[in-house]
């Protein structure tokens, strides 16, 4: 690598480091590193993907000069996960290595995507994983018109990237988890608050009936006498046993 080149990328990095600083959005931040990273070596399009082990697919999460149209065609074959596993990006993510293709006419690992290599006008192409701990979480890829040749410079220059974007891609789903959880504690705060001031109205509710001087009987839909404050009770000389349950009609 040159000094122009290494002072490119050196730039590339600062900005997407400034890109993680300023983002709104974990998208806007997405865009912004995929983008800084395609400049800095000359690519003309760029992916940023995301990765479900669950499910074993993988989807653009952000594309530099890639049109939507493409992008969801993209998508769609990614949810294949025998697609995915084949495909240069899911090798870098299965690996957890850099796929560095110069020449996509000559490479014989993906002759599968030549027809896209065509259809999208590209013939080179790197594929970064995007490594977390143990685990690779999505790939970084970027496409070129025309043959490149790379070399390990290249290689420990785009992981450096990645490993930034990884960081912001997990630090936003723990964000998001920890907002979930915080949302759920504050629901869980206001029913019990509810149920809380629905008990106290109902302890003073039942206070008053029990000193009410006049007699309250509380009857279900057959008349039958379901409670009964002590003036009631008091009126028939009796126990709330043993009117309780008893017909009105009957006492």
Same mark, same amino acid.
């Given at each position: 690598m040159t000094v122009r080149e290494q002072r490119q990328s050196l730039e590339a990095l600062s900005e997407v480091s400034r890109a993680l600083a300023s *983002?709104?959005?974990?998208?806007?931040?997405?865009?912004?590193?995929?983008?800084?990273?395609?400049? *800095?070596?000359?690519?003309?399009?760029?992916?940023?993907?995301?990765?479900?082990?669950?499910?074993?697919?993988?989807?653009i999460e952000a594309a530099y000069q890639v049109p939507p149209d493409?992008?969801?065609?993209?998508?769609?074959?990614?949810?294949?996960p025998d697609w995915c596993a084949r495909s240069p990006t899911g090798t870098a993510i299965r690996t957890r290595k850099v796929v560095m293709i110069?020449?996509?006419?000559?490479?014989?690992?993906?002759?599968?995507?030549?027809?896209?290599?065509?259809a999208?006008?590209?013939?080179? *192409?790197?594929?970064?994983?995007?490594?977390?701990?143990?685990?690779?979480?999505?790939?970084?890829?970027?496409?070129?018109?025309?043959?490149?040749?790379?070399?390990?410079?290249?290689?420990?220059?785009?992981?450096?990237?990645?490993a930034q974007v990884a960081t912001a891609m997990v630090a936003n789903e723990r964000l998001g988890a920890l907002q979930i959880a915080k949302e759920d504690l504050e629901h869980r705060q206001r029913e019990l608050e509810t149920l809380t001031s629905q008990s106290a109205q109902h302890r003073l509710l039942q206070t008053i009936i029990e000193e009410l001087p006049a007699g309250i009987a509380f009857v279900d839909d057959r008349l039958k006498i379901r409670l009964a404050n002590p003036a009631f009770v008091r009126s028939l000389s009796a126990n709330l046993d043993?009117?309780?349950d008893q017909p009105l009609t009957a006492i």
């Open positions: *983002a709104l959005s974990l998208p806007e931040f997405f865009f912004l590193a995929i983008r800084a990273t395609a400049r *800095a070596f000359g690519a003309y399009k760029g992916n940023i993907w995301r990765y479900d082990p669950a499910r074993q697919r993988a989807w493409l992008v969801e065609r993209m998508n769609r074959l990614f949810e294949d110069a020449d996509l006419e000559q490479d014989e690992r993906f002759p599968q995507f030549r027809p896209w290599g065509q999208w006008g590209f013939r080179s *192409a790197v594929y970064v994983p995007l490594i977390y701990g143990n685990r690779a979480i999505g790939s970084m890829s970027l496409y070129f018109p025309e043959r490149t040749d790379f070399d390990e410079t290249d290689a420990l220059f785009l992981q450096t990237v990645a043993r009117i309780q």
